[in-house]
């Protein structure tokens, strides 16, 4: 599992690489620890809807019905995160969801990309 300071440093990271990438719209801060919680812990995704459509890489009229207004907007920056930060065994299919979800994520270790956003000391 995750120490509280590796998650609180993903999380900050998070929100810095959020700040650098909002020009597809911004992906709400209600959904980062959800983000987190599955890449680290590789705990299903909630809320799950929107948030597995997105991991499984549903077709885009799809995963439009399932976003509320805020995710809607960010759905560019949805995908420069999938594509950027997430691991690509973490995500493109439902088959990828579930085995990153029975393996525990990355089991709380950081991931190298995202920890390039924000330098906090342990």
């Given at each position: 599992m995750t120490t509280a300071t590796t998650y609180q440093r993903m999380?900050?990271?998070?929100?810095?690489w959020v700040l650098c990438n909002t020009g597809g719209g911004?992906?709400?801060?209600?959904?980062?620890?959800?983000?987190?919680s599955y890449?680290?812990?590789g705990l299903r995704p909630d809320p799950g809807d929107f948030l597995e459509?997105?991991?499984c890489?549903?077709?885009?009229?799809?995963?439009?019905?399932?976003?509320?207004?805020?995710?809607r907007e960010a759905l560019l920056t949805w995908h420069r995160l999938l594509y950027n930060v997430f691991p690509s065994e973490a995500w493109r299919s439902r088959e990828n969801?579930?085995?990153?979800?029975?393996r525990g994520g990355t089991k709380g270790e950081p991931l190298p990309y995202l920890e390039r956003y924000v330098d906090v000391e342990d």
């Amino acid at each position: 599992m995750t120490t509280a300071t590796t998650y609180q440093r993903m999380m900050l990271c998070l929100h810095g690489w959020v700040l650098c990438n909002t020009g597809g719209g911004a992906i709400p801060a209600y959904m980062h620890d959800h983000i987190m919680s599955y890449l680290l812990n590789g705990l299903r995704p909630d809320p799950g809807d929107f948030l597995e459509a997105v991991i499984c890489d549903l077709p885009f009229s799809q995963v439009v019905p399932l976003a509320d207004d805020q995710n809607r907007e960010a759905l560019l920056t949805w995908h420069r995160l999938l594509y950027n930060v997430f691991p690509s065994e973490a995500w493109r299919s439902r088959e990828n969801m579930d085995l990153w979800i029975e393996r525990g994520g990355t089991k709380g270790e950081p991931l190298p990309y995202l920890e390039r956003y924000v330098d906090v000391e342990d």
